[in-house]
C-alpha cells in the first residue's frame, strides 16, 4: 500500500503515532487527505463525517476561509515575535476579548502553545500564589479518577486515567476523588444526573486526611472527556467549591473540552453556575486551526504574584510559542465566528436536543448499558466483551469503514460535533452508527 504527500510516495515506518496502536494502524491505515465543513475526505476520495470535531476541538468545522484570512493576514505583518520582554498587540487584544465572555472574575490570561500546557500553567499558577501568600506549604493537588489533565508531567500527576500514568509516575504531591460517574442510579440520564452531589463532600475527607493546609488547589473537569464523558451530578461542582473557600483552597476548572460553546453557553463554569479561581482553555480557542491554548486566573491572584514581587520578572514561567502571533490571529478570527453565529449558546438549543434523542436512540442496541448526554456531548456505553476496549475498538474501525469517525473511549464511543452541525448530520449519524453497530456486534 503506497501513500503520497504532495506527489511524493511516503512510508509508514518513520513516524511513531502518538496514542495509536502503531501496528495495527499501519497494518490498516485509515489516512485523511482533506476536509470541508463537517466530513474529512480519505485518501482514497471517501467523505468521512467527523462526529468528533476533530479530536474535541475543530468547533467551527474545517476549512474557515475567514480564519485562514486572518492567519494569513498576519503572517505577512509579522509571523513571529518572542512575549518574554517583548510584546504584540494582538495577544493584549485577545485577552481584552476574552475577559469578555469569561465567568465574571476571571480576567487575567497567560497564554500557551497548548492543552497540556496550560494546565501544568494553571498548577504552576497555584503554587505561585500560595507562594507569594507565604504558604509554600501548600504543594499537595486533588484531581479526580478518570480525569485527563494532558500529558505534562503536571497533569499527569492530577489525571486519573491509570494507562496514560504507568509508565511515567506521579511527579508531584496529588491524591484523586472519585469520579462521578454511577450506573447503578444515574444509567441513561439525559443532562445532569440527579444523584451523586455528595460525592463531593469525598475532598472534605481528603483534606483532613492530608491536613488542609498542605493542599494548593483541587482541579477537575466539569464535564470528563477522555474518561468517557462523565457529567456532573447536580449540585456536585457547587459542593466542591463551597469545601475550597471553606479551606482556602483553589479550585480550577479544565474547560479544554467544554470551553467556547460545547455546553450550551461560552464556558460549563456559566452553564453549571460555579465560577473558579483558574481555568485552563485550549482546543476551541482557536477551533484548532493554530496550536494554542490559556490561563485564566482572577485579578486578585495575578495581583497576589505580582505585588510579592520586590521586582523583576514575578513568574518564571512561559513558553517560547506564547501569545504566539498567528495563534492569537486565529483565535480572534475563531470568536468573531462563535460571536456572529450564535455559537456559544447553540448546543443548549434544539441542536443539543436532536443530538441528545439520536444518542439516546441507540439504546436498544446489544450490550448498551449507558447513554449520556449533555449540550454537544455525549457517550454510549457498552457492556465489555472478552477484554476491555476489544468491542470498543471493533465499533470505531466499523464506524469509519461506513464514513462516520467517532472516539472510542475503552467500551464506550463518545461524540462530539462542531457547534456547527446540522440535523442533517445527525440523521446521518444515526444511520451510519448502526449500520456500524450492527456489524460490529454481530
Known amino acids: 500500500m503506497t501513500f503520497h504527500s504532495r506527489n511524493k510516495p511516503v512510508s509508514l515506518k518513520h513516524h511513531w503515532m502518538p496514542f495509536t496502536a502503531n501496528r495495527d494502524f499501519k497494518a490498516s491505515p485509515r489516512m485523511i487527505s482533506g476536509a470541508s465543513g463537517l466530513y474529512y475526505r480519505t485518501s482514497d476520495g471517501d467523505q468521512i463525517l467527523d462526529m468528533t470535531a476533530g479530536l474535541w476541538c475543530s468547533s467551527l468545522g474545517h476549512g474557515r476561509p475567514e480564519i485562514a484570512a486572518a492567519v494569513a493576514e498576519q503572517f505577512n505583518e509579522f509571523d513571529f515575535a518572542p512575549s518574554f520582554n517583548f510584546g504584540h498587540t494582538i495577544s493584549f487584544e485577545l485577552a481584552d476579548r476574552l475577559q469578555t465572555i469569561t465567568p465574571e472574575g476571571i480576567d487575567r490570561f497567560l497564554f500557551t502553545g497548548s492543552g497540556s500546557e496550560s494546565v501544568d500553567t494553571a498548577l504552576k499558577i497555584a503554587y505561585a500564589y500560595h507562594h507569594a501568600r507565604g504558604q509554600s506549604g501548600r504543594k499537595r493537588l486533588i484531581g479526580r479518577m478518570r480525569a485527563y489533565h494532558g500529558m ?9 486515567l491509570t494507562p496514560n500514568r504507568t509508565a511515567f509516575g506521579s511527579w508531584l504531591p496529588s491524591d484523586h476523588l472519585r469520579d462521578t460517574h454511577d450506573l447503578s442510579r444515574n444509567a441513561f440520564t439525559r443532562g445532569l444526573p440527579a444523584h451523586g452531589a455528595e460525592m463531593a463532600d469525598e475532598l472534605e475527607m481528603l483534606l483532613k486526611f492530608h491536613d488542609p493546609s498542605t ?6 473537569e466539569p464535564i470528563a472527556g477522555a474518561g468517557g464523558v462523565l457529567l456532573p451530578p447536580k449540585g456536585y461542582l457547587k459542593r466542591l467549591r ?3 473557600d471553606a479551606y482556602g483552597i483553589l479550585l480550577i476548572f479544565d474547560e479544554v473540552i467544554t470551553g467556547f460553546g460545547r455546553t450550551g453557553s461560552a464556558f460549563a463554569a456559566q452553564e453549571f453556575a460555579v465560577t473558579p479561581d483558574i481555568m485552563t482553555m485550549a482546543k476551541g480557542i482557536t477551533a484548532a486551526t493554530v496550536p494554542m491554548g490559556a490561563v ?5 491572584i495575578y495581583d497576589t504574584v505580582v505585588d510579592a514581587s520586590a521586582g523583576g520578572i514575578e513568574l518564571f514561567h512561559g513558553y517560547t510559542y506564547s501569545a504566539h502571533p498567528l495563534g492569537c490571529a486565529a483565535a480572534l478570527a475563531c470568536l468573531d465566528i462563535y ?6 449558546t447553540r ?3 434544539p441542536i443539543g436536543k ?3 434523542d439520536a444518542l439516546h436512540s441507540m439504546a436498544d442496541l446489544p450490550g448498551v448499558i449507558d447513554v449520556r448526554n449533555y449540550g454537544l456531548v455525549g457517550a454510549i456505553e457498552f457492556k ?7 468491542l470498543g475498538t471493533a465499533l470505531m474501525k466499523q464506524c469509519w469503514a461506513e464514513g462516520l469517525m467517532v472516539r472510542q473511549i475503552v467500551d464506550a464511543i463518545a461524540v462530539s460535533p462542531p457547534l456547527v452541525v446540522e440535523d442533517k448530520h445527525i440523521a446521518e449519524f444515526q444511520d451510519k452508527f448502526r449500520r456500524a453497530a450492527e456489524t460490529a456486534l454481530g
Open 242 to 244: 463551597e469545601i475550597c
Open 339 to 344: 460571536e456572529a453565529e450564535g455559537l456559544y
Open 215 to 220: 493542599v494548593a488547589a483541587v482541579i477537575v
Open 384 to 390: 465489555p466483551r472478552d477484554k476491555p476496549g476489544a
Open 296 to 300: 485564566g486566573c482572577t485579578k486578585a
Open 347 to 349: 448546543a443548549g438549543g
Open 152 to 160: 505534562g508531567f503536571g497533569g499527569l500527576s492530577v489525571s486519573g
Open 354 to 356: 436532536a443530538l441528545e
